[in-house]
């Protein structure tokens, strides 16, 4: 679970959203909640305020309303940091001080975005930063900080991580750029810029240590703030800290021993300020609410024993033993049997059996603990710890714990565990129990947040799949998930219940393999999410959409929507047109260059679309930019952009622009081992494969077909075959058979190669690599890192055994397991599971696209990889 898109989930129960999305051009908060007074003021004349995110910008002008004059590039800026208790305060004094001198500065103008940014899992890099202000130069840098910071003294705030804190007050320095500028990354991203003593931009880090640019020399003044930072060791504590097992913006778990005894120990660390949960409390508070929990529960064998509490510089620590174990989810990629092909009867009862015993564990656990009057509050797969014979357990991590009499709703939850906001108390771990029956066999209850209806089609599904399972186990289940009414007193008169309807109404208003009917019922809930009206984004998606230029690209913006409807015939959505080609006259600032990320993508949808002018308009601003230091990958990088040039060549007959493909193609191949250790078709070596191969069908130059073969033996030899003997990429702590980062996406561009040459390592390989398209279960419908991207490979590898009636039957059957509807239509969950998506890469409208390669009457393609020729021909 990628903690980030949590504080995604919270303006919106349907789709990813920013939560403190503010409406563009007009100063209107849109669900940020009340302001600051600060933030209500009328600007002095010469003065400027606009909102750009979650910031409020004050800055000073000339008389033609531009920024004056006189301020850096880059430099040392000061953060100002702040609790909710003192912000209105602290932005007063701010702005007061700033205006009078007329510095620049910004602020966080309300209180829910500032408990935002210092939320559990908000950035640890950028956590704390309440108001940015802007000093000219290191002189009126020192000024600042000595009369701001007196008149802020004693002010609480969160330590800032990524800066050097002034004295023992809320300011804090930290060296980076003033404005927006962008370079290219080590990995071929963009990336925000400053510039080195050479004049050459470099990113602008911001990871949470204060680490200044090795150019850059410590004013004089600040060099005692250095020492005093440094000073804070651990040496010294009687625990010796061997290694870190989490970090969130509260604070670190780190794996330790006691130097006395020799014992392995747990300590946990808590950031005053910091870390906030949904009732304000910081983590300080909820470690404290942890120790006192674990010191009622002592004895019980349920839980750790507390060892030690002490601080160090303003941090709590929390010391505790170590249990031995581990945790349930680790058990479910080893033991789970429908991760393959054909799950074995026996394996599945044996598995039902475990499960059943872990669960009834676990029940017993729970009523343990509520016995000593402690609601544990975050019942979760992560936070129960199997003992070694994997028959005891015990939990972990009770921060949320609470006093049974208090009745307080949870603050913090898992996602696929969190309980409706009616349920208090005892409740809330009755039904973590209940998500838990479910997700033991099938792992998909974050879907519940969406819609609580989904319980009683994922028992269907887990009744299904596992024969064993008893009826009213999983009955029960659903009863507690969807509120099943309480007993009425025998006393009370009570009504007949209704007649029972033997056949229930599906849940889902069409199937995946009832085509065009799944297709209608997608368009129709695409199109009734969409808001053109806004401008940072067109349809809702992953959460990417909001960091790539404004919602634009194939990959998860509106081109990749745009396309998939074109592909599918559905039909034209002249609107959506209309939004993308305003949103590129011209592109936000910062938009990428690449084709699922970024501009080529989008010149290639619009070319598709029927708006040639403005696709050539988007591939000349591209090759204007500095677009060779890319990396070599497909999504955003040369392949892409090569590839969209050859496109646009095909399409337009311009021989200058398959010129210009294959100086890119040049320069990509230079430069593949830039792919490092990432493998696939989006982000590793066979992206290049891929745009070497659409070359060799252009021009018929053989040495591109040399290319296209040496790029893809890089990805498979970042291959490993699993336990069953199957191909899939290994990134070292995991690994992928998905389309856009594992071994299927390698296999579609091995169907490609051996259309045109001959080769035994490559048939091995695809033959390898087919079973991993096949598996009963994956984590996710999306196209690119789940199920869908397997349907399209089905429907289009030309790998021997391929069972379109049986195995891509059966796959295009399973996509209904995610399936959730939205305003009665047909819509699938986004990476993660949390909220519905329509995207491309992610989400419904790469179903669409998939289910369309299986099941149009008319070829349906992923952008450059149509329906391979039969073996032996050359694709025109």
Not at 60 to 89: F, Y
Not at 597 to 617: I, K, N, Q, S, Y
Not at 863 to 874: A, C, I, M, Y
Request: charged share 25%; glycine share 10%; aromatic share 8%.
């Amino acid at each position: 679970m990628e903690k980030r898109y949590e504080i995604y989930c919270l303006a919106d129960r349907t789709f990813y959203e920013t939560p403190d999305r503010l409406s563009a051009g007009t100063g209107t908060p849109s669900g940020s909640g009340p302001l600051y007074e600060a933030a209500q003021r009328a600007v002095p004349e010469g003065w400027r305020c606009f909102l750009s995110g979650d910031w409020l910008h004050v800055n000073p002008v000339d008389a033609a309303g531009e920024p004056r004059t006189g301020l850096p590039a880059q430099g040392w800026k000061i953060h100002v940091s702040a609790c909710t208790d003192n912000a209105e305060k602290t932005a007063a004094q701010v702005w007061d001080y700033c205006v009078a001198r007329l510095i620049p500065f910004k602020f966080v103008p309300g209180p829910r975005p500032l408990h935002l940014r210092n939320s559990k899992y908000a950035d640890r890099g950028s956590s704390g930063k309440f108001a940015t202000i802007y000093p000219s130069d290191e002189q009126q840098l020192h000024t600042v900080l000595r009369e701001l910071g007196a008149l802020l003294d004693g002010e609480a705030g969160p330590y800032i991580l990524s800066d050097l804190r002034w004295q023992n007050g809320p300011l804090y320095v930290r060296y980076g750029g003033f404005t927006r500028r962008y370079c290219v990354d080590e990995q071929g991203s963009l990336a925000a810029a400053i510039e080195n003593p050479e004049g050459k931009l470099v990113p602008d880090r911001r990871g949470p240590a204060f680490k200044p640019p090795e150019w850059v020399t410590l004013p004089d003044f600040l060099a005692p703030q250095l020492a005093a930072r440094n000073s804070t060791t651990v040496t010294d504590l009687p625990y010796q800290i061997e290694s870190a097992l989490h970090f969130s913006n509260g604070g670190g778990v780190y794996l330790g021993r006691d130097r006395r005894s020799g014992d392995k120990v747990v300590l946990k660390e808590a950031r005053p300020h910091a870390g906030l949960a949904a009732d304000r409390a910081d983590a300080v508070t909820r470690l404290e609410r942890e120790r006192d929990a674990l010191r009622k529960l002592s004895g019980l064998g349920v839980a750790p024993e507390v060892r030690d509490w002490f601080t160090l510089d303003e941090h709590r620590f929390l010391v505790m033993d170590y249990l031995e174990g581990r945790t349930l989810n680790s058990f479910f990629a080893e033991r789970h049997p429908l991760i393959g092909t054909a799950p074995d009867p026996a394996a599945l009862a044996e598995y039902t059996q475990w499960a059943l015993r872990i669960h009834a564990a676990v029940e017993g656990v729970v009523t343990a603990v509520h016995r000593r009057g402690v609601v544990f509050n975050d019942l979760h797969m992560f936070n129960i710890m199997v003992a070694p014979d994997e028959r005891g357990v015990k939990l972990l991590d009770f921060e949320a714990a609470a006093e049974a009499g208090a009745a307080q709703r949870q603050t913090l939850a898992h996602p696929g565990f969190i309980a409706p906001a009616d349920r208090t108390g005892f409740e809330v771990d009755h039904y973590a129990l209940a998500c838990l029956r479910l997700a033991l066999f099938l792992p998909m209850t974050t879907l519940l947040v969406i819609d609580r209806d989904k319980a009683a089609h994922l028992a269907d599904v887990v009744a299904h799949e596992f024969p064993d399972v008893p009826a009213e186990f999983l009955a029960e289940a659903v009863d507690v998930i969807q509120g099943a009414p309480k007993a009425t007193p025998a006393s009370t008169p009570q009504t007949p219940p209704a007649k029972r309807r033997t056949e229930p109404a599906p849940y889902l208003p069409a199937e995946p393999a009832d085509w065009p009917r799944c297709r209608d019922s997608m368009v129709r809930g695409i199109l009734a999410s969409a808001t053109p009206e806004r401008t940072d984004r067109l349809f809702p998606g992953d959460i990417a959409q909001f960091t790539d230029g404004g919602g634009l690209g194939v990959a998860y913006g509106a081109a990749g929507v745009l396309y998939a409807l074109a592909e599918t015939g559905a039909g034209g959505y002249g609107e959506g047109e209309e939004w993308l080609l305003r949103q590129t006259a011209p592109p936000p600032p910062g938009t990428p260059l690449g084709f699922y990320d970024g501009l080529a993508g989008v010149a290639c949808v619009l070319d598709r679309l029927g708006h040639p002018e403005r696709a050539m308009e988007l591939m000349e601003q591209i090759l204007a930019e500095k677009w060779h230091r890319l990396a070599p990958d497909l999504h955003g990088g040369l392949a892409g952009i090569g590839l969209a040039l050859d496109h646009l060549a095909r399409t337009r007959g311009e021989r200058a622009l398959r010129d210009r493909a294959l100086e890119v193609a040049g320069h990509t191949a230079d430069r593949l081992d830039a792919c490092g250790k990432r493998a696939g078709l989006l982000r590793g070596a066979s992206g290049p494969a891929l745009l070497f191969l659409r070359l060799y069908e252009s021009t018929g130059d053989p040495s591109l077909l040399d290319l296209a073969a040496e790029a893809l033996r890089r990805d498979l030899a970042r291959c490993v075959r699993n336990k069953e003997g199957t191909l899939v990429v290994d990134e070292g702590w995991r690994t992928l058979p998905y389309l856009g980062g594992g071994s299927v996406g390698i296999a579609t561009v091995l169907d490609d190669y051996l259309a045109h040459r001959a080769d035994e390592e490559f048939q091995e390989a695809r033959a390898a690599i087919l079973p991993a398209a096949k598996s009963r279960f994956y984590a996710q419908p999306g196209l690119f890192r789940g199920r869908a991207g397997c349907v399209l490979h089905l429907a289009r590898t030309t790998t021997p055994g391929t069972d379109r009636d049986g195995e891509l039957a059966a796959q295009i059957s399973y996509l209904s397991w995610y399936a959730v509807p939205y305003q009665k239509h047909l819509a699938f969950p986004g990476d993660q599971m949390m909220r519905l998506s329509m995207d491309l890469a992610t989400g419904t409208a790469g179903c669409l696209l998939a289910l369309g390669a299986a099941l149009h009457d008319r070829p349906v393609q992923l952008p450059f990889l149509p329906p391979p020729p039969p073996s032996g021909t050359r694709r025109p």
